[in-house]
């Protein structure tokens, strides 16, 4: 492809604009001894030196630095062609490399100051996303609080399970599913269904609010809190796909208080509670989904209480400093 003179000379320009000032700088002073040797060499006829005036090569510097920056004092004059030639050279040289480094300021300044508004714009936009995620972490912060309070219930066996102190437990184990199919006996939870399809509720609405939230706030400004949030409704959304038992009524049916359900359930119970670690859980369907109920929940529980921690710490700085 052929570009025009004119576009060569831009492209030229946008590189030369690019050079730091220093170099230029640079440039510049290393002028003042390479034209100083030239001067130097060149024989003294050549010149117009003052009476007195000396031709070792610290003169020529001085008549170099006077040359180059367009001073002229007249003291030091050329006199021959030779002289007149290098002369001028110096002193296009010197209004070419100064013009350059002048351009050169002017694009970096301009460079800063672009630099400054896109800081600045930053700095806005964050300041925004701040407080409409301040305004919503109220809503989630509840729906975290009553997804740990409901695995505080699944994950508790009934006769440890304490009204006034629901607190989860990270590192509850398998046998502590035994009681799930009970009530949750959580204090705002006046219902008589199982702890475990109140928790699946629960979870669905959680996920949900996280699901929400990612695409109303820009949470990449908080990279840990997108992971968590990312985390909680991929790991929930997986574990709902799946031919889970406690959604499907052909295995267990959780609301009906018949006999035949309810020895169904007390039979899984028992199972849970005397699990044991070798035992192979994949020959049992129900103990199988129970133990993806295990992960499900020891997952997203710990995403949840990281969730809690990140929405605190944003709450509780001043919006200006966050």
Known sequence: MKYSFSQRLAHFFHVVSNIR?????GLYICFIPIFAFIYWALPDNQFRIPEGGATNYGSWIYYSIVTLTTLGFGDYTPALPGAQA?????????LVVMGLF???VGSMKSEIDVESEIEKQKALHKAMETE???????????SLNIFLAYSYAVTTPVDKREKNDVKYDPDFLFSDLQDMFQPSGLP??????????????????TSLALDSLQQRIDLTLWPQLLEDCFSFVANFQMFSNTDFM???????????????????????????RNWKPEDDSTLDPNLKAVEELYNFIKENAKTA???ETLLTEVAMKPLENN
């Open 305 to 307: 209480m990281e969730i």
């Open 102 to 104: 002048l351009n050169a």
């Open 246 to 272: 406690f959604r499907n009524p052909d295995k267990i049916v959780l609301s009906d208080s018949s006999e035949i359900s309810s020895n169904v359930e007390m039979q899984l119970a028992d199972k849970i």
């Open 86 to 94: 290098v002369t001028a050279i110096e002193v296009g040289i010197g």
């Open 132 to 142: 409409k995620l301040q305004k919503s972490i109220p809503m989630v912060l509840n």
């Open 21 to 25: 000032p220093v170099v230029w700088i």
């Open 188 to 205: 705002f939870d006046r219902t008589s269904l199982p702890a475990v399809e109140r928790l699946m509720h629960c979870s669905a609405q």
